[in-house]
C-alpha cells in the first residue's frame, strides 16, 4: 500500500510505465467509470460515523482517561492543563473525520483501479494486458498474452484501446 502523501497510481506496478499525466487521466477515467454515487454516499457515511465516533474516543479516552492517568501519577491538574487537553481534545473534530475521510477516500480509489486493471486481465490466465503492444489487423485489434499466448479481442471482451493503452485516454 502506499503513503497518503503519494499518488495512488504507484501503487500499482501495471501503471509504473507511464508518466503521471498518463496516469492521472487514467485515474479520472477510472472515477468517471465506477459508481460514483456510492463513492461519495460512502464519503458521506465515513464523514458523519467519524465523527461521532470522535465524540465517543473524546469523552472516554481524553476527558476521563487523562484526568484519571495524572492524577494516578500525583500530577497536579490546574486550568492550564485543562485548558490544553480540551483544546486538544475539541481539535481532533475538525482533524479526525478529515483523516478518516481521506483514509476511505484513497481505500475506495484503491479498490476500483484495482476492478478496473482486474477486468482488462487476460480471459484465460488473468495476466493484465495494460501497456501491451495492441494489435491493429482483424476484429477491431487485439491484445496477444505474453503469458499465455492467447489473443484477447476487444469486440469479445468489450474493451477499449484506453483500458489497454492508457495514452488514448483524453484529457
Known amino acids: ?13 501495471e501503471l509504473d510505465q507511464f508518466d503521471d499525466s498518463t496516469c492521472k487521466r487514467y485515474i479520472n477515467r477510472t472515477k468517471q467509470m465506477s459508481t460514483t454515487g456510492m463513492g461519495c454516499l460512502l464519503m458521506i457515511l465515513v464523514f458523519i460515523a467519524s465523527f461521532i465516533a470522535w465524540v465517543f474516543i473524546e469523552y472516554n479516552a481524553i476527558q476521563v482517561g487523562v ?11 490546574g486550568p492550564y492543563t485543562e485548558i490544553f487537553i480540551f483544546l486538544i481534545a475539541f481539535s481532533g473534530y475538525i482533524w479526525f473525520p478529515w483523516i478518516m475521510l481521506l483514509l476511505a477516500r484513497d481505500r475506495w480509489l484503491y479498490t476500483q483501479i484495482k476492478k478496473q486493471l482486474k477486468g482488462v486481465g487476460c480471459r484465460e490466465c488473468g495476466y493484465c494486458l495494460v501497456g501491451l503492444p495492441i494489435n491493429e489487423t482483424r476484429f477491431n485489434g487485439f491484445v496477444v498474452c505474453p503469458e499465455c499466448n492467447s489473443e484477447n479481442f476487444f469486440n469479445d471482451r468489450s474493451l477499449t484501446r484506453a483500458d489497454i493503452d492508457p495514452t488514448f485516454v483524453s484529457s
Open 1 to 13: 500500500m502506499r503513503l497518503l502523501s503519494r499518488k495512488i497510481y504507484r501503487a500499482f506496478p
Open 67 to 77: 484526568f484519571w492517568a495524572l492524577e494516578k501519577l500525583g500530577m497536579r491538574v
